[in-house]
Nanobody, 121 residues
């Protein structure tokens, strides 16, 4: 079992910054990717950014150039630096990790409990 602990959400004004962190604990061989998703009220959960074990990055168009995802392998932590925040970034942000317990074994996907990010205009 893997647990994901998120931190760093809060209330900020438009144009300000926040940094989210997600620390993974538990027994696994390696993560394939770690990602941040978000879900605004009445909307579907969407991918914000992801990073693979070999550093391939993906961003949704609306955050490109404003958000940066990074990882610290030694601490099994992924961070999301969010700059120039906009009211439309308001959502609950969820950490997701896909891990494997061996190179030939199955993949397992885990979710954090979510952290609220609110951007006021």
């Amino acid at each position: 079992q893997v647990q994901l602990a998120e931190s760093g959400g809060g209330l900020v004004q438009a144009g300000e910054s926040l940094r989210l962190s997600c620390a993974a604990s538990g027994i696994f061989f390696r993560f394939n990717h770690m990602a941040w998703y978000r879900q605004a009220p009445g909307k579907q959960r969407q991918l914000v950014a992801s990073i693979t074990y070999d550093d391939r990055l993906t961003y949704t168009d609306s955050v490109q150039g404003r958000f940066t995802i990074s990882r610290d392998n030694a601490k099994n932590t992924v961070r999301l630096q969010m700059n120039s925040l906009k009211p439309e970034d308001t959502a609950v942000y969820y950490c997701n990790a896909e891990v494997i317990r061996s190179l030939t074994g199955p993949k397992y996907s885990y979710w954090g409990q979510g952290t609220q990010v609110t951007v006021s205009s």
